[in-house]
């Protein structure tokens, strides 16, 4: 069963996006949807593209025939970006021809609705295609999200590495990596049990999410007890104190670690590494650069962080 618009799970309100080189017609849209949804405007191809980048709206409705890029070109652009080819995009617009609709389709569109537009038709369309898209993140983030300490898990990590080291390439930015391993955790476990040790995990992620402050910024379980946190368009320097503040924020866990050789209470070991992709090396780089960091760490006495 369709939810009620207000009713959908988004942040507060759901976002749509509406692209239309007639204000007179994006007018109409946020007139009947500003009730319940967060309406936003793009009056041609590349506003469009800017705006949802920035925006990650929820849904797109799209003209197709607007100055400059057609929304064709746009559908193609968005379904091809990483970062935007999940959002459902419905195309509106006054061709009849079946040819358009097909290639719409063809192109990713979830719906093809012709102008002059049915309010109760589009109302409909919108709600499920909303339901829709928030019944597929919810099941993605839960097959992306690490079991025991709720934050992303490996393939949430890749996938994010994959996608942030192109971007950054793209924009000729840096992109930080921290690897963290809890210090003597097999102790750990082995003087207070796997359960003591499942629920140190799970503050010590806690304290890593809670220290990073943009959206784009990702803690994942690495694997075991360690943790790596990506950070897009970050420097070293910035990285390296982000890297202490979660090194200080453990440490306030006071978790008893009486078998550690770092200190009496559960620490972790830190490296950092920083790379501005050229396209010529492989993702796997960065990786390879904070373990390398984060080994000196470990060799220079744990319970601290090491960057270069």
């Keep these: 069963m369709d939810l009620p618009l207000n009713e959908l799970p988004s942040r507060?309100?759901?976002?749509?996006?509406?692209?239309?080189?007639?204000?007179?017609?994006?007018?109409?849209?946020?007139?009947?949807?500003?009730?319940?949804c967060e309406v936003f405007m793009a009056l041609d191809g590349e506003q469009a593209i800017a705006q949802c980048l920035s925006l990650k709206p929820d849904l797109i409705l799209l003209d197709l025939v607007m100055p400059g890029i057609d929304g064709f070109e746009v559908c193609r652009r968005l379904k091809t970006d990483p970062h935007t080819r999940s959002v459902p995009i419905i195309f509106v617009s006054a061709q009849?021809?079946?040819?358009?609709?097909?290639?719409?389709?063809?192109?990713?569109?979830?719906?093809?609705?012709?102008?002059?537009?049915n309010r109760t038709i589009l109302r409909a369309r919108v709600q499920t295609h909303l339901a829709l898209k928030f019944q597929t993140d919810l099941l993605s983030s839960i097959a992306l999200q690490d079991g025991l300490t709720g934050v992303a898990n490996r393939r949430k990590f890749d996938e994010a590495l994959q996608s942030d080291w192109l971007q950054c390439a793209r924009q000729q930015q840096p992109v930080s990596l921290l690897m963290l391993d809890v210090d003597h955790f097999k102790r750990f476990n082995d003087r207070y049990g796997h359960q003591a040790g499942d629920d140190c995990l799970r503050r010590v992620a806690q304290a890593i999410r809670l220290s990073l402050r943009r959206p784009r910024d990702l803690a994942a379980r690495y694997g075991g007890e360690e943790f790596a946190c990506l950070l897009p368009e970050t420097g070293l320097d910035g990285a390296a104190r982000l890297a202490e503040e979660i090194l200080q924020a453990i440490r306030a866990l006071d978790i008893a670690h009486e078998t550690s050789d770092a200190g009496p209470a559960v620490t972790a070991s830190i490296g950092v590494a920083a790379i501005v992709p050229d396209g010529s090396a492989p993702p796997q780089?960065?990786?390879?650069?904070?373990?390398?960091?984060?080994?000196q760490a470990k060799?220079?006495?744990?319970a601290r962080v090491s960057a270069g």
């Design 12 to 36: 507060d309100r759901p976002r749509i996006l509406v692209v239309d080189d007639q204000t007179t017609n994006i007018l109409l849209i946020r007139e009947l949807f500003k009730d319940e």
């Design 96 to 117: 009849r021809e079946e040819a358009d609709e097909v290639r719409g389709f063809e192109l990713g569109g979830v719906d093809y609705i012709v102008k002059p537009v």
């Design 285 to 295: 780089t960065l990786i390879e650069a904070a373990d390398r960091q984060l080994y």
């Design 299 to 302: 060799r220079a006495g744990r």
